[in-house]
């Protein structure tokens, strides 16, 4: 692998290196809204399925710009607490304690004290806002969509300014912006005043080809049929009724599943026995063993070979 570029593509065609160098084959569609989200200094609004490669796009385009990646990850529930700051009350406790101890009865005195950056949390919005002397970060939320709106609400306020109040200490201004990466799997509408903030871009499944380039990467040490079948396979599985269709992260994990068994093709026995690979849920999972996985891949066969 190539070393890190440091400094921003100056071109779609340097994004497209750029991320090849980390290992992440991009689509021109792609690199270009990338490519005008980092110029622009524009959070990049991410959608598509889950195992598509959002989340992954982040993860190495902090390794090639050799920037921090600060990761904040959604779920219901998430509050300013955990994607913000807290205080650090049992040592803030302690210090009370202390200054009784000693007799100290300033109150202002007190409280100055116990409200000092010696105390602060930093969780990853603040992570991203305050400079640490290596540069601007790169901002991952991930899954947005499993969050609340109050929430959803709270970020845009921040994304309007990139700076947060602490009550206790003022304003945090991020002196760099970091570069904002926003994922979702759509198991809910983002509201349009956050989008609108934002360039926006629907990852899809990759097309045969793309995926097939996409094995030869991630698992060089795989036959070509055997990456071919896998690919044929897959791709056939997203033509079905399914509760969750494969992404690409279960063509690959498929694929080195394969490779540990020291198969070199798809075969009826090796597709029943690893379908819990592929497919993550057990009504998918006997929809397609036996029977109907035969007559995929006799298709399969038919297509690319035995």
């Known amino acids: ?64 710009l050799g920037r921090r990646l600060i990761r904040l990850q959604c779920y219901e529930g998430l509050d300013v607490a955990s994607a913000v700051y ?31 950056e010696r105390f602060l949390i930093r969780r990853p919005l603040l992570q991203a806002l305050q400079d640490d002397g290596r540069g601007p970060a790169v901002l991952l939320i991930d899954e947005l969509d499993r969050t609340d709106e109050p929430f959803e609400a709270f970020l845009l306020e921040v994304l309007s300014d990139y700076q947060v109040t602490i009550p206790e200490l003022g304003t945090v201004k991020a002196q760099q912006k970091p570069t904002v990466l926003i994922t979702s799997n759509r198991t809910r509408e983002i509201h349009d005043a956050l989008k609108r903030r934002c360039f926006y871009h629907w990852i899809d499944y990759p097309d045969a080809a793309r995926e097939l380039e996409i094995l030869k990467i991630r698992v060089p040490d795989a036959k070509e049929r055997l990456m071919a079948q896998v690919v044929a396979f897959v791709q056939k599985l997203r033509a079905r009724d399914l509760f969750k269709l494969p992404g690409v992260a279960e063509s690959i994990d498929w694929t080195q599943a394969m490779l540990a068994l020291d198969k070199v093709s798809l075969s009826p026995d090796a597709v029943d026995e690893t379908l819990g690979i592929v497919l993550k849920y057990q009504d998918d999972v006997e929809k397609i063993r036996g029977d109907e996985a035969q007559r995929i891949l006799n298709d399969v066969h038919t297509e690319v070979g035995p």
């Open 1 to 64: 692998m190539s070393a890190p570029t440091h400094g921003l593509p100056t071109s779609v065609d340097e994004v497209i290196e750029m991320l090849g160098g980390g290992r992440y084959v991009c689509d021109r569609s792609l690199a270009t809204t990338l490519f005008l989200a980092l110029k622009l200094g524009r959070p990049l609004f991410l959608e598509g399925d889950a195992g598509v490669g959002k989340t992954e796009l982040a993860k190495v385009l902090a390794e090639r």
């Open 86 to 116: 807290e205080w650090n009350y049992a040592h803030q406790m302690m210090e009370i304690r202390l200054h009784e101890v000693a007799g100290e009865t300033n109150r202002d005195q007190l409280e100055r004290d116990i409200f000092d």
